[in-house]
């Protein structure tokens, strides 16, 4: 069964240093999304993409955030400048088609920042 | 705004007996409702949906979830808890229409069990 898949599973990095969140969605998937959880808090929506540009953001999703799909498999994450507060489970979702369809998640990054 | 309540924090029931988990939600048109269930050091599993139709929704692992739209809620149920239950559960609420959406998530309820 065809599976999202993420790299790494653990970063550890200090504090203002650039990080990329590496995700392999599903092949025929159209829809991608990042997510994140601090720890002992609720999963919370950061981005969706689609057609090669951002459909929505959260408010958690300022300048410092990016992402990008380099080569039509691969969907990443950047911080750019990490703080401490950036420590979490940071999820990749992908779904298939049109709205309703469900999200399927990848085993998530965890990040922590010191 | 949409959100979701999950009012249990934790929960704890012995093996072979009934779970109810709860879930409400607060949304303006019609929502598309989700279970999800993260065990420790895990991504976050789709255990059921409801996007229309029935209101009775089957899922994987035997649960079931109910979709009451006068009491907004999505209470999931499962009649004989395993203690491979234990985990994580997350219900979600994600937009209704096409394109992508976005799914905002309770605060989960842990479920132990007890052998």
């Known amino acids: 069964e065809p599976e999202v898949t993420q790299t790494p599973s653990h970063q550890v990095t200090q504090m203002g240093q650039e990080v990329i969140l590496r995700c392999v969605p599903i092949?025929?998937?159209?829809?991608f999304y990042w997510y994140r959880q601090i720890l002992g808090q609720k999963v919370e929506f950061l981005v969706s993409f689609y057609n090669n540009e951002i459909s929505e953001k959260s408010e958690i999703f300022d300048d410092q955030f990016s992402v990008e799909r380099p080569d039509g498999s691969n969907f990443t994450l950047k911080i750019r400048s990490t703080k401490l507060e950036d420590s979490a489970m940071y999820f990749c979702a992908s779904g298939g088609l049109a709205g309703g369809n469900e999200q399927f998640f990848g085993p998530g990054t965890r990040l922590t920042v010191l | 705004a949409q959100s979701v309540t999950q009012p249990d924090i934790h929960i704890t029931v012995s093996e072979g007996a009934s779970l109810e988990l709860r879930c409400n939600y607060s949304?303006?048109?019609?929502?598309?409702l989700f279970w999800y269930v993260q065990s420790p050091g895990q991504g976050l599993q789709l255990l059921l949906k409801y996007f229309s139709g029935d209101t009775l929704v089957q899922g994987i692992k035997g649960f079931e979830a109910e979709f009451k739209r006068s009491q907004s809620s999505f209470n999931l149920r499962k009649p004989s808890v395993h203690w491979s239950d234990a985990a994580e559960y997350f219900c979600?609420?994600?937009?209704?229409?096409?394109?992508?959406?976005?799914?905002?998530f309770g605060k989960g309820t842990k479920l132990s069990v007890i052998p």
């Open positions: 979600a609420v994600g937009s209704s229409g096409a394109g992508s959406y976005q799914l905002t």
């Open positions: 092949s025929n998937h159209l829809y």
């Open positions: 949304y303006g048109a019609t929502p598309y």
